[in-house]
């Protein structure tokens, strides 16, 4: 099937975030965009036997993404806990009950649920640390530091060069998958457009 013929059956099942907050930044994470992250790392040979871990889960999209594409596993992180029951109701539409978890946790730099040993394979829609300055590198450090296979992210565009220099502190190197205008439809207070486009690069962290 097609991405966006799969990105539509996502669409609907995995609702964009309700009352997003602007502390913690929540934007929902296209679902095409999620479908074409989870493709990369199949077609990379990374989805068959790594444990999927969603850093900022939000509805849960990316893990979801992932686990219709073949992933047997995803664990989704998320700091808001009205949000699992929007991934579990995804999950359950999808058929994929029982491969996806559900874990409410702030991620910090050095603080987080999962420790490193694992096959992981991390994927994260961090905050832009626009509102919470370094919030971005808190959880891009958090995935780094459980030495996964590889870890994709959605960062800000201007943001790079400051990523990839944490990336090689932690033996990756950053490479630029796509660059993209991220749609935020109005849904806040402070929200003055109808729809904002924020220009983001998908990179991929590798082990350098």
Same mark, same amino acid.
């Given at each position: 099937m097609k991405i966006q013929s799969l990105a539509s059956i996502l669409e609907k099942a995995a609702p964009p975030i309700p009352e997003p907050l602007k502390e913690l930044e929540q934007y929902t994470t296209p679902s095409e965009l999620a479908l074409s992250i989870a493709q990369h790392a199949k077609l990379s040979g990374l989805l068959d036997d790594a444990i999927v871990v969603d850093l900022g889960a939000g509805t849960c999209r990316l893990a979801l993404a992932a686990?219709? +594409?073949?992933?047997?596993?995803? #664990?989704? #992180?998320e700091a808001d806990h009205r949000l699992a029951r929007f991934c579990a109701g995804a999950a359950e539409t999808l058929g994929l009950m029982g491969r996806l978890q559900f874990v409410t946790s702030i991620v910090l730099r050095d603080e987080g649920p999962l420790a490193p040993g694992y096959d992981y394979l991390v994927l994260s829609n961090p905050p832009f640390g626009v509102w919470r300055r370094g919030a971005d590198t808190e959880v891009i450090l958090y995935g780094? %530091?459980?030495?996964?296979? =590889?870890?994709?992210? @959605? +960062? %800000? $565009?201007?943001?790079?060069?400051?990523?990839?220099? +944490?990336?090689?502190k932690e033996g990756y190197r950053v490479e630029v998958l796509w660059r993209r205008l991220f749609p935020i439809p $109005?849904?806040?207070e402070h929200h003055e457009s =109808? @729809?904002?486009? #924020?220009?983001v690069n998908i990179v991929c962290f590798r082990k350098a």
């Open positions: 686990l219709m +594409l073949g992933a047997p596993k995803a #664990v989704a #992180v780094l %530091k459980l030495k996964p296979l =590889r870890m994709y992210a @959605i +960062l %800000k $565009a201007s943001s790079l060069d400051h990523h990839r220099g +944490l990336a090689l $109005a849904s806040m =109808r @729809i904002r486009r #924020v220009e």
